[in-house]
């Protein structure tokens, strides 16, 4: 079994920036891809970012395009996610998913297996 821990989240002002990182364990970890979601207080979990393991192609919401930036760490078995010129609508709990086949839209929640507990990130205004 795949487990996803995300850490660093926390509360920032608006035009602050934050790090997220994902740390992939368990059993021999193989992905095809990983990404960032998010879900704010009484709305649904939208797509934020996403990342092919291998090569250098990625994937942006419109809404957080030039002002996040994902990588990942193939030795390390990590994805991480700087966000910067944050803003109050970037409050959410930020999730970290992986998906060890293929994904046709890297934007669907429903491609991704495996999905981390959450980190809530907060921005003040």
């Known amino acids: 079994q795949v487990q996803l821990v995300e850490s660093g989240g926390g509360l920032v002002q608006t035009g602050g920036s934050l790090r997220l990182s994902c740390a992939a364990s368990g059993r021999p970890f193989s992905s095809y891809g990983m990404g960032w979601f998010r879900q704010a207080p009484g709305k649904e979990r939208e797509f934020v970012a996403a990342?092919?393991?291998?090569?250098?192609?990625?994937f942006y919401a419109g809404s957080v395009r030039g002002r996040f930036t994902i990588s990942r760490d193939n030795a390390k078995n990590t994805v991480s996610l700087q966000m910067n010129s944050l803003k109050p609508e970037d409050t959410a709990v930020y999730y970290c998913a992986a998906s060890a086949t293929y994904l046709s839209v890297w934007s669907g929640a429903g491609g991704y297996g495996y999905w981390g507990q959450g980190t809530q990130v907060t921005v003040s205004s």
């Open positions: 990342i092919r393991w291998i090569g250098d192609t990625t």
